[in-house]
């Protein structure tokens, strides 16, 4: 049995680039539109919905305050498609990932402190725990949907992992 603790530290670009895409803004140069009113921000995330004839839907989730510290008594994987996650207010909220791969790897867990304004986007087969929001919240997500297996579980109760924030 496994004991261990995460503390979620700041995510950059850099440090969440083997696990997906931090979306946001930065170092993004804006198309102007809209005659000058709008700014458009393109290539933010690689979204990738298509694998055995996936589709890309765009979908809210309510998701509801979390305490500290929390049990990590598993985590998924969606094989088939990435998964972006854009906070609809601003606010901070957490993700816990490991690599992609049979199972997750418990010493290669991170957790991230996603700051306000900005969303995350995992790779296919990233694993992660489900959505850890420090407030109630809605999340638009831009996600796969379509036939075959995109949804794969591995319970993690016998590790004892603990997120602290």
Wanted: net charge negative.
């Amino acid at each position: 049995m496994t004991k261990k603790i995460i503390k979620p530290i700041p995510i950059t670009k850099e440090n969440f680039s083997k696990f997906g895409d931090m979306i946001a803004t930065e170092n993004i140069k804006p198309l102007e539109i809209n005659n000058g009113y709008a700014k458009r921000f393109d290539g933010i995330a690689t979204i990738d919905t298509s694998n055995k004839n996936g589709e890309t839907t765009i979908s809210i989730f309510s998701a509801l305050k979390r305490s500290f510290p929390i049990e990590i008594d598993m985590m998924e994987k969606h094989p088939l498609g990435s998964q972006a996650f854009i906070p609809m207010k601003e606010t901070i909220f957490l993700t816990l990932v490991a690599p992609a791969g049979e199972k997750p790897e418990i010493d290669k867990i991170e957790s991230f402190i996603i700051p306000k304004g900005k969303g995350v986007n995992y790779k296919a087969g990233v694993w992660h725990f489900p959505l850890i929001a420090t407030e109630d919240m809605d999340f638009l997500v831009v996600d796969r949907k379509g036939s075959g297996e995109n949804l794969i579980i591995e319970n993690l109760v016998q590790e004892k992992i603990l997120l602290e924030y």
